[in-house]
Nanobody
Framework: QVQLVESGGGLVQPGGSLRLSCAAS????????MGWYRQAPGKEREVVAS???????NYADSVKGRFTISRDNAKKTVYLQMNSLKPEDTAVYYC???????????????WGRGTQVTVSS
């Protein structure tokens, strides 16, 4: 089985920074696109940023210039550096990855359990 485990969430003041990490583990053959999503109370889950295995990145307009997604393929880990945080960034942040299991032909989408980010003074 494959697991994605997020870490790095917490409480931060407006204008502050946090760095989220998400490590993939288990019977992994290949890790393809990975991404971060978030879901605020009463809202639908939305994509924040994504990164391909060749490090091509995409960002939601709301976080461009403030958030940076990166990955370490050797560690099977994706990161989200969040700077200039705003109260509207408050949400549960989820990691997603397209991962091919050992012995599988196609990749599947896996989700982490999420980590809470709260931006408040």
């Amino acid at each position: 089985q494959v697991q994605l485990v997020e870490s790095g969430g917490g409480l931060v003041q407006p204008g502050g920074s946090l760095r989220l990490s998400c490590a993939a583990s288990g019977s992994i053959s290949s890790v393809f696109d990975m991404g971060w999503y978030r879901q605020a109370p009463g809202k639908e889950r939305e994509v924040v940023a994504s990164i391909s295995s060749t490090h091509n990145t995409n960002y939601a307009d709301s976080v461009k210039g403030r958030f940076t997604i990166s990955r370490d393929n050797a560690k099977k880990t994706v990161y989200l550096q969040m700077n200039s945080l705003k109260p509207e960034d408050t949400a549960v942040y989820y990691c997603n990855g397209f991962i091919r299991n050992i012995g599988s032909i196609i990749p599947y989408s896996y989700w982490g359990r999420g980590t809470q980010v709260t931006v408040s003074s």
